[in-house]
C-alpha cells in the first residue's frame, strides 16, 4: 500500500469556486480522502477499489452550500453513505437526498450527495487534470460538470419538486470537489445550528410526500382505491369497537383534571384586571380576554414559523404585560404564587420561540 503524503500548505489567494455545491467524502477514521478525476466511469472505479479494501462499514459525507460571492458557507451537512451502497454503483451514479430539514430555504434546494470514485495514488499532491503539482498552491478543486437529463414525454416523481430549484447556467449541474483539511472536525457545532434553525422544515417534507402520494394515485387508480378501501374499512372497525371513545376519555380526564386549573390560575387575574379596568369601553371584557389570549397565540405561532428579532421582542413584551396583569390582579396573599406560574408559562413557550 502507497504511503501517503501529509497534505502540502494550501495558498488561500487559489482560485475557488464562485457558486455550487461542494462535496467531500471523508473516511471515518483520521484520514481524509478527495475525491478527483477525469471521467466519471473512472471515478467510481476507483471508488469501489478503495471500499472493497477498506475495512471501514461506511463513509461520512461532508456538503457545504456555498454562496454566489464564494465566501463562508450558508449550510453545512453531514450524512453517512452506506458502504454496500457506494459498492453497487457499478458506474452509475448514486444521489442521496438530503435530510429536508436543513437545506429548504437555500438557493439551490433540496441537494444531493452524488458519491464517485477517487484517485489515491499521488492524491495530495495533483493540482491540475495533467498530474503536475502547483508550488505552494495544494490540490486545486476539481469542478466537474455533469449535463441535466433531457426531456422526456414521461415525467419523474420529481420533477415537479426539481422544477422549483433554480435553473443553472446552461442546464448543468456543477459540482464542486475540494480537499477539507482538519477543519471540518469541527463542523458538527454548525451542522447542529442549522439544524435547529430551520425546525419547520418537515411541514414541507410532508408536502411533498403528500403530493408525490396523489400522482401515484393518478398513475394507478386501481391499486389506491385498493389501500383506500383498506384503510376505510379498519377505521370503521375501530370506530364500532368505540376505541376512539375510550381513548379519549382516558386522555382528557387526567388533563382537565391538572392542566385546566393551572391555566385558570392565570387566566382568572386576567379576566379580573380587565373587567377592573375595562369600565366605560364600548367592548366587554369577555371580547377583550378573547383578543388578548388570541395575540399571545398568534406571536407563539408565528416565532415557531420563524423566530425573527422583533417576534422574540413582541413575546416577550407580552409576556411581562401579561405576567403584571396577573400580578395586578390577584390578592395579595396569592400575587407571587400567580405571578410565577405566569412567568414559568412564559418562559416554556421561549422554547419554542
Not at 459525507?61 to 453517512?80: D, E, S
Not at 452524488?114 to 493540482?127: C, K, M, P, Y
Not at 495544494?138 to 420529481?158: F, K, L, M, Q
Request: charge should be positive; glycine fraction near 8%.
Amino acid at each position: 500500500m502507497a504511503t501517503r503524503t501529509p497534505p502540502p500548505q494550501r495558498d488561500r489567494r487559489a482560485s475557488k469556486p464562485t457558486h455550487g455545491i461542494v462535496y467531500t467524502l471523508t473516511d471515518p477514521r483520521d484520514d481524509v480522502v478527495r475525491y478527483v478525476g477525469q471521467t466519471e466511469k473512472a471515478l467510481h472505479e476507483r471508488l469501489a477499489g478503495h471500499l472493497q479494501n477498506s475495512t471501514n462499514d461506511a463513509m461520512w459525507v461532508w456538503l457545504q452550500i456555498l454562496k454566489m460571492n464564494g465566501q463562508a458557507p450558508i449550510a453545512t451537512m453531514i450524512r453517512r453513505v452506506p458502504r454496500e451502497d457506494l459498492l453497487a454503483a457499478e458506474g452509475e451514479e448514486i444521489a442521496y437526498h438530503a435530510p429536508e430539514g436543513n437545506l429548504l430555504n437555500h438557493p439551490y434546494g433540496r441537494s444531493h450527495v452524488v458519491a464517485l470514485g477517487a484517485e489515491l495514488h499521488n492524491l495530495l499532491t495533483r493540482s491540475d487534470p495533467d498530474g503536475e503539482a502547483g508550488p505552494g498552491t495544494g490540490p486545486a478543486p476539481v469542478v466537474i460538470t455533469i449535463p441535466a437529463p433531457a426531456p422526456s414525454g414521461d415525467r419523474d416523481d420529481e420533477d415537479e419538486d426539481r422544477e422549483r430549484q433554480p435553473q443553472q447556467h446552461e442546464h448543468e449541474h456543477r459540482y464542486y470537489f475540494s480537499f477539507p483539511g482538519r477543519s471540518h472536525r469541527h463542523r458538527p457545532l454548525r451542522i447542529l445550528r442549522t439544524g435547529l434553525s430551520y425546525r419547520w422544515g418537515w411541514a414541507r417534507s410532508v408536502r411533498l410526500r403528500t403530493r408525490r402520494a396523489w400522482r401515484n394515485a393518478k398513475r394507478n387508480p386501481l391499486a389506491a382505491a385498493a389501500v383506500a378501501a383498506v384503510v376505510l374499512g379498519v377505521l370503521v372497525k375501530v370506530a364500532l369497537t368505540g376505541l376512539p371513545e375510550k381513548f379519549a376519555r382516558a386522555c382528557w380526564s387526567p388533563l382537565a383534571r391538572h392542566l385546566l386549573p393551572v391555566l385558570d390560575t392565570v387566566d382568572a387575574p386576567v379576566r379580573s384586571y380587565l373587567s377592573e379596568h375595562a369600565a366605560g369601553l364600548p367592548v366587554g371584557v369577555g371580547v377583550l380576554r378573547v383578543v388578548w389570549w388570541s395575540a399571545g397565540a398568534v406571536i407563539l405561532f408565528t416565532n415557531l414559523l420563524r423566530g425573527v428579532w422583533m417576534r422574540r421582542l413582541a413575546w416577550a413584551a407580552y409576556g411581562c404585560a401579561t405576567t403584571a396583569m396577573v400580578w395586578a390582579g390577584s390578592i395579595s396573599t396569592t400575587q407571587p404564587v400567580a405571578a410565577g406560574l405566569a412567568g414559568l408559562l412564559w418562559l416554556l413557550g421561549l422554547a419554542f420561540v
